[in-house]
């Protein structure tokens, strides 16, 4: 008895059936390894890639990802995520001095009746213009968020973006620096108008970058933050009107710093940066809110003027604004 296995007899026929098709068959036993040929056959069936035919004639695999329903991959922006525009440039708040008045006939306590009803009476007109336009402005930001064909148009078509930055920054400048259109009637309320609808439409355009909960927290943040301020305006004995010059160099600042952020972004994303100007944004427009809300009150230093009505507005419009957008950055950049 043998201890050796018994050889194999080919008498039997070739270990592997015929193969349909044009299919080479397969190679005999004892091939080289991979990376070598034999006569006769060809080299070892390795694909070049994961999408390539194993033989010819086959067709190719599935195409790369991602596929349809596959997440896409997460990250700040600049690795695999849309950026956002850029922001509306931060201009500094300008106040011309036929805007300021003293303050003193419309204090509270010690002037007329006259005086008083005057100031209510231009509260309530600042603030009823101010409603509107916030309105405005959130409708607007509904649609750019919630309709996904509104939402994929200003995507695609930054043009109108930029058309829109340029009404914006041309009325701002008319209606901050010319004393004329802004205290005519009706050119007052045209030129408020489009400026307000240029920059609720920048507004919505950078809004529909973000996912909704992120819009929702910013604005709901944004209208906390503005009541607080608001009522401790009213409350508080602390009069923000008599440092016009630390917020002239708190506007200097946020505006310079805007600058070299959108320089230094432009080439490498940084978080870190991006994070800190929107935070020293945030808090300097809360600022600006509390400066001139309580030059609208009148019972300060300063204040402005009742046939500035349409400048009060814009003014406290703006910080509002820009308040919402620089939370937005932050919250965003958190739930991506």
Known sequence: MSHYPPGYDESHGPLYGPQ??????????????????????????????????????????????????????????????????PMPPVVPPTIPSDVLSSGDEFAASGSGWDSLSIRHT?????????????????????????????????????AVYWASYAVYFITHIV?????????????????????????????GTISSYYDTKAVF??????????????????QTKVDFTKCQGLFCV?????????????IVLSFKYIFWLHMLYAAIGAIV????????TQLLIGNRKHSISPEEYVFAALSIYVDIIQIFLFLLQIIGASTK
């Open 20 to 85: 349909g098709g044009n299919y080479p068959p397969p190679p005999p036993y004892g091939f080289p390894s991979y990376g070598s040929s034999q006569p006769g056959y060809p080299s070892a069936p390795y694909p070049p890639g994961p999408n390539a035919p194993l033989y010819p004639g086959q067709p190719a695999g599935y195409p790369p990802g991602p596929y349809p329903g596959q997440p896409q991959p997460a990250g700040h922006p600049g690795s695999g995520y849309p950026n956002p525009p």
């Open 285 to 292: 427009f809360t600022l600006f809110l509390a400066y001139h």
């Open 217 to 234: 927290l910013a604005l709901g943040i944004t209208a906390v933050v503005c009541i607080a301020v608001t009522v401790f305006c009213f």
């Open 250 to 262: 708190l506007g200097i600042v946020v505006f310079v710093t805007g600058i070299i952020t959108a």
């Open 122 to 158: 231009f509260i309530r007109k600042v603030y009823l213009i101010l409603a509107c336009q916030l309105l405005v402005t959130t409708a607007i930001v509904a649609i750019f968020t919630f309709v996904q064909p509104v939402k994929s148009f200003v995507r695609k078509t930054p």
């Open 175 to 203: 209606l901050v620096c010319c004393k004329g259109p802004r205290r005519k009637f009706p050119w007052n309320m045209i030129l408020l108008g489009l400026f307000t609808l240029s920059l609720s439409y920048m507004t």
